[in-house]
Nanobody
Framework: QVHLVESGGGSVQTGGSLRLSCAASGDDPSTYCMAWFRQAPGKEREGVGIIYSGGMTDYADSGKGRFTISRDNAKNTSYLQMNSLKPEDTAMYYC????????????????WGQGTQVTVSS
């Protein structure tokens, strides 16, 4: 019943910024935890961060400092603000959601978007 759609990806130069969006629908998205992951070619999917229903956040090492996750419950949307982007941030970025277990563990998250590509050029 949960449907997620990412948007906001694109191509930027090193040091640039992007804000990714994840729009949720289907149930009561305000109760979901919503996580962000990324996967670069040839690498495993890694967690970026997560935001819980109450607005608290947690970040993996990859997302600390330069990235900020937020949510707008009125719009049923979470955001990943990415600043000071580096070439190593190039990846497909995915949004995931869960109504119970909340962790940056892909196997524990049942609902996924299709991804949005972020490319950072030197």
């Amino acid at each position: 019943q949960v449907h997620l759609v990412e948007s906001g990806g694109g191509s930027v130069q090193t040091g640039g910024s992007l804000r990714l969006s994840c729009a949720a629908s289907g149930d009561d998205p305000s109760t979901y935890c919503m996580a962000w992951f990324r996967q670069a070619p040839g690498k495993e999917r890694e967690g970026v961060g997560i935001i819980y229903s109450g607005g608290m956040t947690d970040y993996a090492d990859s997302g600390k400092g330069r990235f900020t996750i937020s949510r707008d419950n009125a719009k049923n949307t979470s955001y990943l603000q990415m600043n000071s982007l580096k070439p190593e941030d190039t990846a497909m970025y995915y949004c995931a959601a869960e109504t119970r277990r909340c962790a940056l563990v892909p196997a524990w998250l049942r609902y996924w978007g299709q991804g949005t590509q972020v490319t950072v050029s030197s």
